[in-house]
């Protein structure tokens, strides 16, 4: 078992930034990528970007690629997603998840847990 706990998220306006905290216990969390993920109401849960404990591969989605980065401390059991250059259309529920696979693209299926999310609204 594995629980996720997110936390930081509020209100900024467009072009500031946000850190997103999300941490990890149970015994089993250090064999899963981490990876976050974003919902609005009425869409799917999609996703954002992960990243392997030790600071190793990390992927993102294009649409926050040069604007988001991933990362790991791994002594905390901690990851955040740190959100600079924030757009209105960046406003959503962010989810850590807990991923047993991975591919270029992953989506909800592939998360094995999930956190209760924090949420991010971005001002005009």
């Known amino acids: 078992q594995v629980q996720l706990v997110e936390s930081g998220g509020g209100l900024v306006q467009a072009g500031g930034s946000l850190r997103l905290s999300c941490a990890a216990s149970?015994?089993?969390?250090?064999?899963?990528?981490m990876g976050w993920f974003r919902q609005v109401p009425g869409k799917e849960r999609e996703f954002v970007a992960y990243i392997g404990w030790g600071g190793g591969l990390s992927v993102y989605a294009d649409s926050v690629k040069g604007r988001f980065m991933i990362s790991t401390d791994d002594a905390k059991s901690t990851v955040y997603l740190l959100l600079n250059n924030l757009k209105p259309e960046d406003t959503a529920v962010y989810y850590c998840?807990?991923?047993?696979?991975?591919?270029?693209?992953?989506?909800?299926?592939?998360?094995?847990?999930w956190g209760q999310g924090t949420q991010v609204t971005v001002s005009t």
């Open positions: 149970g015994r089993t969390f250090s064999r899963y990528f």
């Open positions: 998840a807990a991923l047993s696979r991975i591919r270029s693209l992953p989506t909800t299926r592939d998360a094995d847990y």
